[in-house]
């Protein structure tokens, strides 16, 4: 498959234009149906009562916040073995998405364990790992930034995405490997999930909602930096156009 | 290889020229270390709890500040466009420049730990492992450095971005080196921790040389 | 020692930061030659030697060695070329020789030229001198002698000649007649006249050119 | 007096070019505080009573980062003949360089401190006299940090003295400031400490320009 | 604008690393002057340079201005001295405009000379260009700009068209004539030859001074 056909600039913004309508109107209903399901019709736990329904901000958001990282770990390797302009771009534009969810699972998280755990904030493999996540995707936007040449930039900072792609693991398979506080996967398993449909659905909804919701985001930004790029570069020639001599 | 070994000789060299760096950093070691007392007060049993967590912790402090200039200074003077262009592998230069590194910062780092680790009361049965997991952990620490010291060359406020990308890459050997050193403590093996810490280091003895080679040559670019 | 080797450039084109700083470059010397890069500052000099040297990629085109393509085996390019550019890449605290014998080992070579090269660029006297002390000029000429301690086919100079007196850029035009004798290639940039019998001149920033 | 301001003006704009830079160093802040945690345990209780040593090391550490190369940069552009041969005093541009660097570290430190103060669950009472803390002490920490950069710089003649005095130096700041702190959180008055605090702030305003001149003059030789 | 002015050496020395570099030098030049140092790497031009700029002081003798010892009053001496080392002193984030404001606010000056500067050295398209995008004889120009930015009666300048290109190099004589013309003095040393009327040429480690 010709990957290079896609990612030439023009031709992705024909296809994202195509996309976009879909995505955008799938985001708001999956959503909508997923928090009106999660908020009002599904049940409240017989151990966790009301405060149940945070595991549909907090789960999908998890999910995405791994997700997410995985596509900046191949945006990062499509980066450094093509060199391909487009693949710097979404990285760029993924990152901030990536660490607003990862924040986003940080701050439930948090505000789940007060009642369920009796503390805000427990040094536990799983939460711990997750904070070295939103760090790593800091780092990244820190070093994404800190250079005047926007490829250079990109390119330090695939490599890091590539490195820090080895915490994905970790996150995913703390709760197996340690004793935490955390409970285990009970959706995504291998044994198929372990829960029952009534929090599922509204679940899974919140989850589809989630992934439409980044991609409408990333799509946005990327034809935004696009955009901010052809206008540096028509600056910088302008600026730097030594008459020949 | 012997390219490597002129490198490691030359870098070993001009840090014993200039001594006071070393000597500053292992200042700094000691003084963030007894600093602890004053804030916990000097009750030995809290002070024993929290030892190994402020040796390591300054240990990995002492360090980044240390990595800071490594790539850098190179780049700088432009001897890093003699080093890319030499006919040696740069994966192999790279990593000779964290071993002459570890050697000149880590290495008396560790050989001063117990020191900082009876100011501290690091309780007896502890010594042992804790020089056991600095030997162990600290080829890692360099090593994630050396990658973040590579990838922060040229940056705007490089040393504050070394740290932002080195600290959460090292965080899991922090916490590996302090459970283990509490295992030992406690009476339990220290093992399991151990081997983990010896993985990491493996691990990022693998990706540092890639990784770093990689973000030189955007460097010299 | 090097036999006939040619090095040229076909439909060379370099970027950078996103400006194009020349094209369709085009140039071919053999075995003994030299080519002096001329053009005004900020013509693109030493970005055309960065990329001889194999520390920037062309945007477009190629430069071939023997036919072959730089790009294909950059290990070897890296053996045969030697690459003096604008910094003089001296570390303070040490000395000439210890900066010579370094660069030696660094290219895989046995330190035995260190004496030789000394004397080319009349160093010896301060052969243990750290570099430090060592007037601008003299910093110059220890990266020159770089060139003679450990030899490569290839020479890649960046205006050698700045900041040497007389004596010193008779010495090094000594130096490159020798090196070219043994049919060695160079390629300086210069802004200054370059003593070199049957020198190409290859000026950048013509309207031709670009 | 217009020179100062002109260096103060380049300085922090070097510094502070882009909006991410303030971000990278607060996130480096955030960051090593919270690498305490991962070695000590995470007790709030002993947390608790380590937290301002934390602070202050992490403060401390910060200063030390972006002091180090405060001066060498100069001298290593040539910029330092440009300031050494301005026609303005360099005891009042060596201020300006230090003032320059409490504006762009220290201040964005002090006012994220808080945060992490909280992260570290130090008791309420503590958090007015942890600011007050900092604003009094972090010029002393820059201002010795500054002699230390300039004595550096010129390492021929004294860089050991940066590790052996300067170093030192900073440690009663730390103490006192630990001090003030543990003094209001057990319902003292942490006044007489925050009094040395500011003592030796002064002290260090008294000295530092000359020393930084002084060493400057010999660095430019 | 300067009014009669003369800048003279008495039997001066200049120690460095314990080693005597020259002595019993003199010379004198008067409003108006250009004085060439001359000599081989190493004779000592930078050095004199440097304490001509008050960055060292003498070993032995004095340097005088009007007659008067420059060591008696540093302060009015750094006003009147302009002095362009072999470094460029450039910041690779700030822009060619900011770096010559800066430059004239450090020497207490207005910042009105600036688009005059950015015309002497051609550089008014790179004004608004941070350094590290410059080529090495940009930056260099760059350098040169902060003379006319900030006036001073007297500029020492070290090897001031090293990387410059012709044209470049005629901009700087340019200037230099045009400061002498307003009865500023000018010391530049360098290895090649330097157009100007009437230039008093003081050539360093010849057996007779030394
Ligand atoms: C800041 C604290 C927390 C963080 C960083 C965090 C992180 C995560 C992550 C990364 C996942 C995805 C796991 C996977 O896909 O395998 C997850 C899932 C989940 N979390 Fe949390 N969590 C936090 C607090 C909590 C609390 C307090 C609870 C409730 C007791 C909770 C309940 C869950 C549940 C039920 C799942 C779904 C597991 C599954 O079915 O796969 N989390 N969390
Ligand atoms: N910082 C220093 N400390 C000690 N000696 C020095 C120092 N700088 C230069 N020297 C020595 O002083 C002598 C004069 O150096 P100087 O830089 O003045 O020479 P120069 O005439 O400018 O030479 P060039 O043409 O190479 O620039 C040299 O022999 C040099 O080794
Ligand atoms: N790192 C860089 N990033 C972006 N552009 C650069 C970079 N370095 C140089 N340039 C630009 O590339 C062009 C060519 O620069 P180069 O240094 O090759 O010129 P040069 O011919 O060597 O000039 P000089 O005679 O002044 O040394 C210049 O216009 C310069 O502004
Ligand atoms: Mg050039
Ligand atoms: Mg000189």
């Known amino acids: 498959m010709n990957w290079h056909r896609f990612a030439s600039p023009s031709n992705f913004k024909r296809l994202s234009a195509r996309i976009f309508p879909w995505a955008a109107g799938g985001a708001a209903l999956c959503l909508g149906c997923g928090l009106y399901q999660a908020l009002l019709v599904s049940p409240p736990d017989y151990q966790q009562g009301q405060s149940v329904r945070i595991m549909y901000i907090h789960v999908p958001a998890a999910w995405m916040a791994m997700f997410v990282y995985a596509n900046l770990a191949l945006a990062g390797a499509a980066t450094l073995v093509w060199r391909h302009p487009l693949a710097e771009v979404a990285g760029r534009a993924m990152a901030p998405i990536g660490a607003a969810f990862t924040f986003l699972c940080l701050a439930t998280g948090s505000l789940w364990g007060k009642p369920m755990w009796g503390t805000w904030w427990e040094w536990d493999a799983r939460l711990t790992s997750v904070l070295i996540l939103f760090f790593v995707y800091l780092a990244y936007m820190a070093l994404n930034n800190a250079f005047d040449d926007a490829t250079r930039g990109a390119r330090a900072s695939a490599v890091l995405a590539l490195v820090g792609a080895v915490n994905l693991p970790i996150i995913k398979f703390s709760v197996d490997w340690w004793n935490t506080l955390h409970q285990p996967a009970s959706v995504m398993r291998l044994d198929g999930p372990a829960i029952h449909p009534s929090m599922l659905w509204p679940l899974l909804a919140m989850g589809v909602g989630y992934t439409l919701l980044f991609v409408v985001l990333a799509l946005v930004r990327i034809q935004a930096e696009l955009i901010e790029r052809r206008l540096g570069a028509l600056v910088q020639a302008r600026l730097s156009a030594e008459p020949a001599a | ?221 | 020692m090097i036999g006939r080797a040619s090095f040229e450039a076909h439909d060379l084109a370099c970027l950078r930061g996103g400006r194009i700083v020349f094209r369709q470059l085009e140039f071919r010397v053999d075995a003994g030659g030299l080519l002096v890069l001329r053009g005004a500052n900020g013509a693109g000099k030493s970005s055309l030697l960065r990329m001889m040297a194999g520390l920037i990629g062309p945007a477009h085109g190629a430069l071939l060695w023997n036919g072959d393509d730089i790009a294909d085996d950059p290990d070897a390019h890296r053996a045969r070329t030697s690459y003096a550019g604008h910094s003089d890449a001296l570390k303070p605290a040490l000395t000439v020789a210890e900066h010579l014998s370094f660069h030696a080992k660094l290219r895989g070579q046995a330190a035995d030229k260190i004496a030789a090269a000394l004397d080319a660029f009349a160093l010896t006297k301060f052969a243990d001198l750290p570099a430090r002390l060592l007037s601008q000029g003299q910093r110059k000429r220890v990266a020159l002698a770089r060139l003679i301690a450990a030899p490569a086919p290839l020479w890649l100079l960046d205006e050698p000649t700045n900041g040497l007196d007389a004596d010193s850029t008779a010495r090094l035009e000594t130096a490159i007649a020798a090196h070219r004798e043994t049919g060695g290639i160079v390629v300086a940039a210069t802004h200054l006249d370059f003593a070199g019998a049957d020198a190409v001149t290859l000026t950048l920033g013509e309207r031709k050119a670009a």
């Open chain 2, 1 to 221: 290889m012997n390219a490597a070994f002129a490198l490691i000789a030359r870098d070993v060299r001009l840090a014993w020229r200039h001594p006071n760096e070393i000597a500053t950093i292992l200042a700094f070691f000691v003084i963030a270390a007894s600093l602890f007392p004053f804030g916990i007060g000097p009750e030995p049993q809290i002070l024993a709890r929290v030892a190994i967590g402020i040796v390591w912790v300054t240990a990995l402090l002492a360090c980044l500040m240390s990595l800071d200039r490594l790539f850098q200074a190179e780049v700088e003077d432009g001897s890093l466009d003699l080093l890319v262009t030499a006919p040696a592998p740069l994966e192999l230069l790279a990593l000779a420049k964290v071993v002459a590194q570890w050697i000149t910062t880590a290495l008396p780092l560790i050989v001063i730990s117990p020191i900082v680790a009876t100011m501290l009361h690091l309780p007896a049965d502890g010594y042992a492992t804790l020089l056991l997991t600095l030997v162990l952990g600290t080829p890692g620490l360099s090593l994630f450095g050396g990658i973040g010291a590579a990838l922060s060359v040229n940056a705007r406020r490089g040393g504050a971005l070394l740290a932002l990308i080195v600290l959460p890459l090292t965080v899991p050997i922090l916490i590996f080196a302090v459970a283990a050193v509490d295992a030992a403590i406690a009476g339990l093996s220290p093992r399991p921790h151990l081997f983990l810490l010896a993985g990491l280091s493996v691990f990022a003895l693998t990706i540092a040389p890639f990784a770093m080679a990689a973000s030189l040559r955007q460097a010299a670019e």
